[in-house]
T-cell receptor, first 112, second 116 residues
Framework: SQELEQSPQSLIVQEGKNLTINCTSS?????LYWYKQKYGEGLIFLMM?????EEKSHEKITAKLDEKKQQSSLHITASQPSHAGIYLC????????????FGTGTSLTVIP | NAGVMQNPRHLVRRRGQEARLRCSPM?????VYWYRQLPEEGLKFMVY????????ESGMPKERFSAEFPKEGPSILRIQQVVRGDSAAYFC??????????????FGEGSRLTVL
């Protein structure tokens, strides 16, 4: 089973609308990373969350890590076509199993 | 400061041939990760290497796949006797992590393997 589940799997929104992507872990998260992948390209780091309750923002993108540290949400305000791509959450297990692994991904399409 | 460099960006092989994918980490990074991304699927961990050591290869298929990160030169992901199911994008990432420090992974642009 997938240790990191993202929802929704895909999202189509009108430009200007707000949206939220969720990432749920079956285990406690000690480091949660958000990446964006444009179609056919590599991954771009967005932000990292480490503490329960932590919230970070970058331009119109805000990410939170919940108090119990098993879920994170990524919120985009006033979406633009440039936000389109695949959003991936990643969990850091390098302190235990030497792995850094990713969620299932959310494909975002923004219609102008 | 150059980013993670992967080559080739695109590789076409016939069934039964060998594929070699190379990854040069960012300067100063001694940790390399390989991931595979199949069409319409997420990023699957394959192997984690440090210089001259394989730390975790739990995501690597048991047969035909191997990886190395020599003291000098790039990391190599090698796929022998490729089959159509090996067609995918292979991504390399590096980090400077040492000891208990953590930090984000820096990704290359990927190598896209097509097996005919």
């Amino acid at each position: 089973s997938q240790e990191l589940e993202q929802s929704p799997q895909s999202l189509i929104v009108q430009e200007g609308k707000n949206l939220t992507i969720n990432c749920t872990s079956s285990k406690t998260l000690y480091g949660l990373y958000w990446y964006k992948q444009k179609y056919g390209e590599g991954l771009i780091f967005l932000m990292m969350l480490q503490k329960g309750g932590e919230e970070k923002s970058h331009e119109k993108i805000t990410a939170k890590l919940d108090e119990k540290k098993q879920q994170s949400s990524l919120h985009i305000t006033a979406s633009q076509p440039s936000h389109a791509g695949i959003y991936l959450c990643g969990a850091d297990r390098r302190y235990t199993g030497n792995q850094f692994y990713f969620g299932t991904g959310t494909s975002l399409t923004v219609i102008p | 400061n150059a980013g993670v460099m992967q080559n080739p960006r695109h590789l076409v092989r016939r069934r039964g041939q060998e594929a070699r994918l190379r990854c040069s980490p960012m300067k100063g990074h001694s940790h390399v990760y390989w991931y595979r991304q199949l069409p319409e699927e997420g990023l699957k961990f394959m192997v984690y290497l440090q210089k001259e050591n394989i730390i975790d290869e739990s995501g690597m298929p048991k047969e035909r796949f191997s990886a190395e990160f020599p003291k000098e030169g790039p990391s190599i992901l090698r796929i022998q006797q490729v089959v159509r199911g090996d067609s995918a994008a292979y991504f390399c990432a590096s980090s400077p992590r040492t000891g208990s420090n953590t930090g984000e992974l820096f990704f290359g642009e990927g190598s896209r393997l097509t097996v005919l």
